[in-house]
């Protein structure tokens, strides 16, 4: 019998194009060098308190318990996911039973399985209960088996959405973690939330959230605007500086660098250009971006909700009924 895995690749994803090209599902703990030369688990776990002392016993056992489920419970023909979140699609595959070290070969992340990636999935084309079982933050967990189907139905072309049951939080054991878990979903759950906006609502946000941050920002009216969906200065007429002019694409898929090109030929000197893109950008995008000589800065769905995040208090009340938010107050200790 085949199990089913989620493997996050690095903070924010940041290996997924690595995992996609190269075929591997990876994880850290580069420090502890090749995994097989650890005949037991209590040798692992001397290795794992001699190279981070500072880890304390929960987090020791629960990193412990994950390096283990990497290199001895993963079996050939397990099905893997990882998640894009800048494109918010979960990579489905297939696992080939080999355990490799490698260093250099995804960032430091040296520690491999071989994956025969399927195919992707888009988050938004799954349940909420399933969506809600893969929020989990931890490095490696189990996914059950209807939402494996589910996602394998989605990857057919036949969505099928069935309300599994919200998995337990596994093996989370300590505060801290719990309190990660909680902010992990919430936060993928305000990027759900945005996702579910019309094109014209997700320009109003970013001027939502340029005004929570200080400026006079309004949207362009429609028509030929040159590519500017939004404009803000801190005197509202553009004279003062920093002028700020924002770009809004709210659609499937990466923009590539040919659109930060047109963006950045809108821009003149004194302005500050911000593309916000909820399908993320390719690399080729970054690096024009990188290169232009204006100050230019690329948003993601995660740089979004962070921003959301960060300055929800100070939304007016056109913002707020986009987005309706709680506070959550969490025990200090």
């Not at 001397?46 to 987090?59: D, G, H, M, N, V």
């Not at 995804?106 to 491999?112: A, H, R, T």
């Not at 596994?170 to 878990?181: A, I, T």
């Not at 893109?277 to 993601?300: I, K, W």
Request: charged letters at 30%.
């Amino acid at each position: 019998m085949s199990n089913s895995w989620m493997i996050r690749a690095g903070r924010g994803g940041t290996y997924i194009e690595d995992f996609e090209s190269k075929g591997y599902a990876a994880i850290g703990w580069s420090r502890l060098g090749e995994l097989t030369q650890y005949k037991t688990t209590d040798a692992l776990k001397e290795a794992y308190l001699r190279e981070f002392t500072q880890s304390k016993p929960q987090a020791m056992a629960n990193a412990v318990a994950m390096i283990l489920k990497f290199r001895d419970h993963i079996k050939k023909g397990d099905t893997i996911v990882s998640y894009d979140t800048e494109t918010r699609q979960y990579l489905i595959g297939v696992d080939q039973g080999q355990y490799i070290y490698k260093p250099d070969e995804v960032g430091d992340y040296p520690q491999l399985r071989v994956v025969n990636w399927r195919g992707r999935v888009n988050r938004d084309a799954l349940s909420q209960s399933a969506k809600n079982s893969l929020g989990s933050t931890l490095t490696l967990f189990s996914v059950s088996d209807d939402v494996i189907a589910e996602m394998r139905a989605a990857l057919s072309g036949k969505p099928r959405k069935v309300e599994a049951p919200e998995e337990a939080l596994e093996e989370s054991g300590s505060f801290e973690l719990l309190k990660d878990e909680v902010i992990g979903k919430s936060h993928e759950l305000i990027k759900d939330k945005l996702a579910s906006l019309l094109p014209e609502e997700m320009e109003e946000m970013v001027a939502a959230i340029l005004r929570a941050m200080g400026y006079k920002a309004k949207v362009s009216p429609k028509g030929p605007d040159r590519g500017v969906d939004v404009i803000a200065s801190p005197d509202g007429l553009g004279l003062t500086q920093p002028r700020i002019k924002a770009e809004v694409k709210h659609r499937d898929g990466a923009m590539g660098a040919p659109s930060i090109r047109g963006f950045i030929g809108t821009l003149r000197e004194g302005d500050s250009g911000l593309f916000v893109s909820s399908g993320g950008f390719t690399r080729e995008a970054r690096y024009e971006a990188d290169r232009c000589t204006f100050p230019l800065t690329l948003v993601d769905m995660d740089d979004l909700s962070d921003l959301i995040v960060a300055h929800y208090e100070s939304f007016d009340l056109e913002g707020r009924a986009l987005l309706p938010l709680i506070r959550v107050f969490w025990p200090a200790e």
